[in-house]
């Protein structure tokens, strides 16, 4: 991911074995890191059995927020592609009942949103 990419808030892939170093802790019995994006120092991951929000805080980033999401309170999610001129895939993810997306993430080109998609799709509409 380009640091230019990084700075504007897109989010670019983490291979599985650098996330399970950093956030195997986090991991539930049986439970497998699937895909995972990080967002300058932020970091979020689908799981076989949830979404995994890290939120690094404050100006030397040494407080942390993990947020858990269970698939099933996710009630809706959308996939934009990137255009011609307009670089950056977006995902946003409805959790619960609520009118505006709770999650909103920016994609560099280096990341597949159909896979992004695909992962949400399968754990959500199951």
Known sequence: MGLLSALLGN???????ELK????????EGE???????????TFIFTNKRLILVDKQGLTGSKTEYK???YKS????????AGTFDLDAELKIWVSSEQHPSIKKQFNKSVNVYDVQ???AHHVLK
């Open 11 to 17: 989010a670019g892939s983490v291979s599985q074995d």
């Open 21 to 28: 170093k950093s956030y195997g802790g986090l991991l539930t």
């Open 32 to 42: 497998e890191i699937e895909l995972g994006f990080k967002l300058i120092r932020d």
């Open 68 to 70: 858990s999401i269970s």
């Open 74 to 81: 996710i009630s809706r999610f959308s996939i934009e592609t």
């Open 118 to 120: 695909r992962v949400l």
